[in-house]
């Protein structure tokens, strides 16, 4: 029997239906790798306007020995104990929410879901996992108390001011 | 009346819209329903019983009207909502004591959303009880699974938009509860909230999350649940066909 097929005059003499296919997958992989690339960066912000971790606390003297003063909008505490001043997180350490400083039951109490600390941030009950962190503390040249929020102290360290 | 009905049904207009004919003949019925977008996600014919009360306690016939009252409150509320800081609070007590008719709406949109999810999560109960998951269904479950995390994602994003208080530190709270997942829980954070703190970046992202991009898979999902209980032989009745 004759062949029937029509003879066409093939434009690309190699291809053939695997090959399509094999370059088609391929070059939506490579699509999809690359978008999932360019997805991941878009999504992630390369400019943030946050405020800065450093706060100026102002001068030492603001802060009368024996004093807690919170600051709720930078969430942290500044205490002058009797060793000095330092700078204890307001940040609960169970979900992130900020505790508040209760004077009459001498603690820091988290209105979320109760944790209680003492104020040089050990915790005293709830379901915070760790004890508030101390955060880094100096004087800078003009004498202003400077704190950094991203900081983390690993042991107490004490601003001290000359009575 | 009745003439006055199949007289409109005639006319050019009428036919011209629904092409599948005036007869009252089994055929034109089903060809009704097979005609039409929106019908023809259900089937052409259901068993009388799978319409009473008791089977499914209408309970997922609920969730979608809870769902459309959402669309259409969420969508007019959109009208007087900007998701900018501090704007958005302000817009909210707009909403409420400035805009007529605002508090109804808001008040509607939110006692919906509450009425949603427990709906959702009634309806899963009724179709677990009643066995109805099973083979040849079990696939419309995992669709009514992923039904009841888009209505939790729903909710979850729309919490944050009023931008008082209670959103704020639920938001907080919630999004530090992700970045407990195991190594990339706190980029997770990050990509969600766009930045480090819940701030403006969080609220325009949940915006478009709740408002666009959520209600659209919702959408989506929510047909191929309508289209699989056709497919799958119509609403499980528990008893064997009567015909
Ligand atoms: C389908 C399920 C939905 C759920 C569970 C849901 C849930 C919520 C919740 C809990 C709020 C906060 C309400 C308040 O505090 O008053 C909210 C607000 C809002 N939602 Fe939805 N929503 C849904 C659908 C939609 C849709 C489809 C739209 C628009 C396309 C929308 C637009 C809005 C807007 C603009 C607000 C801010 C105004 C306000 O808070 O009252 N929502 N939503
Ligand atoms: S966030 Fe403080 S106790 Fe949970």
């Not at chain 2, 068993?47 to 959402?70: D, H, N």
């Not at chain 2, 609070?89 to 007529?100: G, R």
């Not at chain 2, 009880?129 to 729903?154: D, H």
Request: aromatic share 12%; glycine share 8%; with cysteine.
């Amino acid at each position: 029997m004759p062949d029937q097929t029509p003879h066409v005059e093939r434009a690309c003499p190699g291809c053939n239906r695997r090959r399509f296919t094999t370059a088609g997958v391929g070059s939506l992989a490579i699509a999809g790798i690359g978008s999932a690339v360019f997805g991941y960066e878009f999504l992630s912000p390369n400019a943030l306007y946050e405020p800065s971790p450093i706060v100026d606390a102002g001068k030492p003297e603001r802060y009368p020995p024996g004093s807690v003063t919170p600051d709720a909008q930078s969430g942290l505490y500044v205490v002058h104990g009797p060793e000095g001043i330092y700078a204890l997180s307001a940040v609960c350490t169970h979900l992130g929410c900020v505790t508040a400083w209760r004077p009459e039951l001498d603690m820091v109490a988290c209105p979320c879901h109760g944790s209680k600390f003492h104020i040089d941030g050990v915790k005293i009950e709830g379901p915070a996992p760790r004890p508030l962190p101390w955060l880094k503390a100096w004087l800078n040249d003009e004498g202003n108390l400077m704190i950094d929020r991203s900081e983390a102290l690993t042991r107490k360290q004490y601003v001290r001011v000359q009575a | 009346m009745n003439s006055l009905y199949s007289r409109l049904r005639g006319t050019a207009v009428w036919r011209s819209v629904f092409r599948s004919g005036t007869g009252d003949t089994n055929l034109h019925r089903s060809l009704t329903v097979q005609q039409n977008i929106f019908l023809h996600l259900a089937s052409v014919k259901i068993r009388r019983r799978a319409l009473e009360f008791g089977v499914t306690w209408y309970l997922g016939t609920l969730s979608m009207a809870s769902f459309v009252i959402l669309v259409v409150t969420g969508v007019l509320l959109m009208l007087y909502y900007h998701p900018s800081v501090p704007q958005a609070y302000a817009d909210m007590k707009d909403l409420q004591f400035v805009v007529s008719a605002g508090v109804f709406l808001r008040n509607l949109h939110r006692w919906a959303a509450h009425a949603m999810v427990v709906l959702v999560f009634a309806h899963m109960f009724k179709v677990f009880y009643r066995g109805a998951y099973r083979p040849p269904r079990e696939f419309n479950w995992v669709v009514g699974v992923m039904l009841l995390l888009l209505t939790l994602f729903l909710s979850y994003t729309g919490y944050l938009l009023p931008w008082d208080q209670l959103a704020f530190w639920a938001i907080t709270v919630g999004s530090n509860i992700i970045s407990a997942v195991p190594a990339m829980g706190a980029k997770i954070r990050f990509l969600m909230l766009g930045g480090h703190t819940v701030n403006a970046n969080a609220l325009l992202r949940f915006y478009v999350l709740h408002c666009v991009i959520l209600p659209l898979i919702a959408a989506v999902f929510l047909a191929v649940h309508f289209w699989r209980i056709r497919k799958d032989g119509g609403l499980y009745t528990g008893d064997k066909p009567r015909e």
